[in-house]
């Protein structure tokens, strides 16, 4: 569980090949039941040695993808405005990818969001919402697919059953 990439596991574990067969043979190899279940267990040893759950990641993803950039800044006689974060507010930063602010008079000179999309998308993946070829598993709500419809209308998005296709 050195970085993750089967492909270097194999060949750090002393299989006499080169890269491109120890690709092939690796994938072949982590699907194998015993070998897919070690790594199971390696990977929920790592995870309660750093104390991280699946809630915890989770939580997090939540709060970028569903955050908003008033929850940062607040226009203010016709200025974008630095809101006053208090000691210890965590919680509304985790969404901030970078912000540059004029010292002098706080006010915002640029920011920089992180990816709602992508935490979505994640969130998404993890709950089981989509399948692998992207095929939609939950049913949308009439609502929600009018929305998307709206926005992406030629992107093949669902309609009225909400089990179209959903290309990226």
Do not use: W
């Not at 090949?17 to 267990?41: D, F, Q, Y």
Request: hydrophobic share 35%; net charge positive.
């Amino acid at each position: 569980m050195i970085d993750n990439n089967q492909t270097q596991a194999y060949l750090r574990a002393g299989y006499n090949c080169t890269p491109k067969s120890a690709e092939s043979k690796s994938a072949r190899l982590v699907r194998n039941g015993k070998v897919a279940s070690r790594i199971a267990e390696l990977r929920a040893e790592l995870a309660k040695t750093c104390g991280i759950t699946a809630q915890m990641v989770l939580e997090r993803y939540k709060k970028i993808a569903f955050s908003c950039i008033t929850d940062h800044v607040q226009v203010k006689d016709g200025n974008i405005l630095l809101r006053d974060i208090a000691e210890g507010d965590r919680d509304r930063c985790i969404s901030l990818a970078s912000m540059k602010v004029n010292r002098k008079d706080r006010e915002v000179i640029e920011i920089k969001m992180k990816d709602d999309l992508e935490a979505l998308r994640d969130i998404g993946k993890h709950l089981g919402f989509f399948k692998e070829d992207n095929t939609l598993t939950h049913k949308l709500d009439e609502h929600t697919a009018e929305i998307i419809a709206l926005i992406k209308p030629t992107r093949g998005l669902p309609s009225g059953d909400g089990q179209r296709q959903v290309n990226n």
